[in-house]
T-cell receptor, first 116, second 113 residues
Framework: EPEVTQTPSHQVTQMGQEVILRCVPI?????FYWYRQILGQKVEFLVS????????KSEIFDDQFSVERPDGSNFTLKIRSTKLEDSAMYFC??????????????FGSGTRLTVV | AQKVTQAQTEISVVEKEDVTLDCVYE???????LFWYKQPPSGELVFLIR??????QNEISGRYSWNFQKSTSSFNFTITASQVVDSAVYFC??????????FGTGTSLTVIP
């Protein structure tokens, strides 16, 4: 079964450093998402991306965050200057291009980001 | 407003007992989808089920069953004859016509051998 692949599985970074989290969505999917989960808390929406632009973002997704799809296969989340509170599990998700708008979401296995 | 409430924070059961995880949702959308995900200790989100708002039929898949009731805005999940491998955090989620999933805060299930 097709998978959404996220790398690395765990990343440790120093506060203030830039970090890039990588995701390879399922090849025929056209809608992409990032979510995060602070340890022990619920999963929160960050941003959605379609047709090479952000279609929706939450208040969490401030100027420190950016997303891009640089080469047509990878979908990246960049945090410019990490803070301790950015420590979380980050999940990538992608969705089929289908008229059934709420169908076919697949989540990656997550990247655990630890900011020290 | 879109909201999912999982009132049970932690549940412990003894192996082979049945357990029901509650999920109550709020939405103004007439078309929406409800999901359950399992998050084992390794951290990934494992898809369990998707149910659309027009299909209130209950579903059974092996030891898992789901009870969707629009009248009470609930989408409860029952595990029959629980096993130690069922120990995980379970998330209920709602998706309306927008782009976002709305997750509940999760229920941590511990199955004691």
């Amino acid at each position: 079964e097709p998978e959404v692949t996220q790398t690395p599985s765990h990343q440790v970074t120093q506060m203030g450093q830039e970090v890039i989290l990588r995701c390879v969505p399922i090849s025929n999917h056209l809608y992409f998402y990032w979510y995060r989960q602070i340890l022990g808390q619920k999963v929160e929406f960050l941003v959605s991306f379609y047709n090479n632009e952000i279609s929706e973002k939450s208040e969490i997704f401030d100027d420190q965050f950016s997303v891009e799809r640089p080469d047509g296969s990878n979908f990246t989340l960049k945090i410019r200057s990490t803070k301790l509170e950015d420590s979380a599990m980050y999940f990538c998700a992608s969705k089929q291009n289908t008229l059934r708008l709420n169908y076919g979401y697949t989540f990656g296995s997550g990247t655990r980001l630890t900011v020290v | 407003a879109q909201k999912v409430t999982q009132a049970q924070t932690e549940i412990s059961v003894v192996e082979k007992e049945d357990v029901t995880l509650d999920c109550v949702y709020e939405t103004r959308d007439t078309t929406y989808y409800l999901f359950w995900y399992k998050q084992p200790p390794s951290g990934e989100l494992v898809f369990l089920i998707r149910r659309n708002s027009f299909d209130e039929q209950n579903e059974i898949s092996g030891r898992y069953s789901w009870n969707f009731q629009k009248s009470t805005s609930s989408f409860n999940f029952t595990i029959t004859a629980s096993q130690v491998v069922d120990s995980a955090v379970y998330f209920c989620a709602l998706k309306g016509t927008g782009n976002q999933f709305y997750f509940g805060t999760g229920t941590s299930l511990t199955v004691i051998p």
